[in-house]
């Protein structure tokens, strides 16, 4: 046995020395505010990358680094790739492995490179639980996962005993490990006491019971949710915390007039303090601007910005637009959008995350995709004020900000505000011009197309022209989707599928595919967005099921499903005619590629994977998927 474990160390250690020679991470214990450089060595003995890579990248598979992109690309210096950046405020812990092309670098097959981050020479609160979450994206099939992240549990207690969330996760972990009921039910009432007590702490503040609730998602009680609601209402009714969960109970009625008079009394009841009151006046600026009551709509609008947050550039735009819509108090309009037009460079962007110890925290967010929003703000922004400042009669100025509004950033949302404005100075053809705009991008956009056929036919009765223009567009459309598909062929080998059955048990061969092209849609029965893209995805079939060289295979992915619960669907639904199959291969997901269903993937005739679509992407699937076997049958 002592022979066997030092063997074991011996090996790790060999291990960890030929990750030093392959990668680089300075400081050894980096801190917060310093700049940390990793370095990767390709060629060298243990490199999977060679000399002669194009490039490299980084890919975070967990990471507190909200700066930074889930994948940062490397810098070439001499025989090295360098990427450098600096640990923020709230850095605790990363894990990453490093990919060129199809070839990626790791140091084993259940591990990835990690970047712990210290204060001192100890490690940041919350870096030992944070990398035990970092381990379900490193080794998610390993039975050695549960016991591993116990440990890096236990060291995060040793470090900071009262880590509530370490704490309660240790518990969780226990849970699955119990070999028994009866020892599984004494964690989880541990679990429980410990949440309890969390609660007691500061029972309404927000960002506590936050904690309580995520507490008990981790326990998987989420039943328990609603109730901690209850206990907060009747045991502390006149906290902010109470108050919020009667507002947000209150905007569920479906009796107007009550959910008004409601509201309202509450705000006569507090005076209109407290912080949840710029919630009731934003649901109170809305009803009124669907009664068109101007004068209350105002004031309720005003009432509604509360304190300046990441959001607020956000906020006065939608006050503007919801005015603009109903063609209500034009000056107001005006000023919300131009205040918003001020800060539209602050623009809320990616995912805005808040924490009680470090602010609000702006995610990482790619120069491009920043100046393209922003442009985009400003455009809808400029068209708004346009059309406002033509409602208050100065139509010179609406004319230069609405060519002002075509320009960079111009959108469909700006584009059908500059159409409206050109429509009412009575200027159709402009009008046509830029709903066309909105409609080269998304050619089945009902309204656009009908406000596209009145201003046309307002310079040019000819209804024939018109829908000649429509399925040229149609065509246009096609192409371009065809020409940006093409670039994103894969060319990789394509999957083993050993698995496979039809829902009568038969294998599926190599035979039976051979020379065609595959479509493999991977569902469940219990998979809602699986069950929406059904339709779509028959429309698709229907389209090519005659075809001998293309063929449909719906597979029941066998996750929570039985072939049985197949063949009760098939019988439950016969208005889809698509053949159906069931998979019995549990590593599926691995070979095809994908973690989420649906999941669509087409093989080519040689028997490449050319495409895959993970996730259900609504309508617009039908054209792709269409597009997708027409060009490997142009192409074959």
């Known amino acids: 046995m002592l022979k066997h474990m030092l063997m074991s160390c011996l090996l790790g250690l060999a291990i960890l020395k030929v990750q030093a020679q392959v990668v680089q991470i300075t400081p050894e214990k980096p801190q917060r505010g310093e ?15 060679g000399k002669d890579a194009n490039s490299i990248i980084i890919n975070f598979s967990y990471s507190t680094f909200y700066d930074q992109p889930w994948k940062l690309a490397m810098t070439k210096q001499g025989d090295k790739w360098i990427a450098s950046f600096v640990l923020q405020r709230y850095a605790t812990f990363a894990s990453f492995y490093l990919q060129s092309g199809d070839i990626i670098d790791k140091p084993a097959a259940n591990q990835h490179y990690s970047i712990a981050v210290y204060n001192g020479n100890k490690r940041v609160r919350d870096g030992f639980l944070h990398e035990s979450y970092s381990l379900g994206g490193q080794m998610s099939k390993s039975p050695k996962l549960p016991a591993l992240q116990l440990a890096l549990l236990k060291k ?21 490990l119990a070999k028994t009921p009866k020892e599984k039910m004494k964690h989880r009432l541990e679990a429980r006491k410990i949440i309890a007590a969390k609660f007691e ?29 209850k206990v907060v209402s009747k045991r502390f009714p006149e906290s902010d915390l109470a108050k919020d969960y009667l507002i947000s109970a209150i905007s569920k009625e479906k009796d107007e007039t009550k ?27 809305e009803h009124y601007v669907r009664l068109k009551d101007e004068a209350k709509a105002v004031y309720h609008a005003r009432k509604s910005m509360g304190v300046p947050e990441p959001y607020t550039p956000q906020k006065l735009k939608t006050i503007a637009e919801k005015l603009t819509a109903q063609r209500l108090a034009a000056d107001t309009a005006v000023a919300y959008a131009e205040a918003s037009l001020k800060v539209a460079d602050q623009w809320p962007i990616g995912v805005i995350r808040y924490f009680p110890e470090y602010g609000h925290i702006l995610p990482f967010v790619a120069d491009s995709v920043r100046t393209k929003t922003i442009a985009e703000a400003k455009s809808s922004l400029n068209a708004i004020i346009a059309l406002n400042k033509f409602y208050l009669g100065n139509k010179d100025e609406a004319m230069k900000l609405a060519v002002k509004a075509e320009g960079s950033g111009a959108n469909k949302e700006s584009l059908m505000n500059i159409a409206l404005l050109y429509e009412l100075v009575g200027n159709p053809e402009k009008a046509f011009n830029a709903l066309w705009t909105v409609l080269l991008k998304d050619p089945s956009d009902i309204v656009a197309i009908k406000s596209a056929k009145t201003n046309f036919l307002k310079f040019n009765p000819s209804e024939t022209e018109f829908n000649a223009k429509l399925k040229k567009l149609e065509e246009l459309k096609l192409a371009q989707l065809k020409a940006s598909l093409t670039k994103q062929m894969m060319h990789k080998p394509g999957p083993e599928l050993t698995g496979l059955t039809d829902l009568k048990g038969k294998p599926v061969t190599k035979e039976m595919m051979q020379g065609k092209i595959v479509i493999l849609d991977f569902w469940a029965t219990w998979c809602v967005p699986c069950m929406q893209e059904m339709p779509y995805l028959q429309n698709v079939y229907d389209k090519y099921k005659n075809n001998s060289q293309v063929m449909f295979m719906v597979v029941n992915s066998g996750a929570k499903n039985t072939i049985k619960d197949a063949i ?7 208005q889809y005619t698509f053949p159906l199959y069931f998979n019995n291969d549990p590593d599926i997901g691995e070979k095809v590629g994908f973690t989420l269903i649906p999941t669509i993937a087409v093989i080519d005739q040689l028997g490449k994977m050319q495409f895959r679509t993970i996730g259900f992407e609504g309508a617009e699937l039908e054209h792709k998927l269409s597009a997708q076997i027409d060009i490997l049958l142009e192409t074959k």
Request: glycine share 8%; charged share 25%; aromatic share 8%.
């Open 35 to 49: 700049k940390v450089t990793i370095t990767y060595h390709p060629g060298v003995a243990g490199a999977a990358i």
């Open 201 to 229: 702490e500061n029972p309404t503040f927000g960002g506590n019971l936050n904690k309580v609730t995520m507490g008990y998602l981790i326990i998987g009680e989420n039943y328990r949710l609603d109730s901690i609601r």
């Open 568 to 574: 009760g669907w098939a019988v439950k639904n016969p």
């Open 259 to 285: 959910k008004v008079a409601q509201l309202e009394a509450l705000l006569k009841k507090d005076k209109e303090s407290g912080e949840n009151s710029t919630e009731i006046h934003r649901i109170l600026f």
């Open 156 to 176: 995060e207690l040793i470090n900071y005993p009262n880590n509530y969330e370490a704490k309660v996760r240790e518990q969780s972990v226990l849970m699955a």
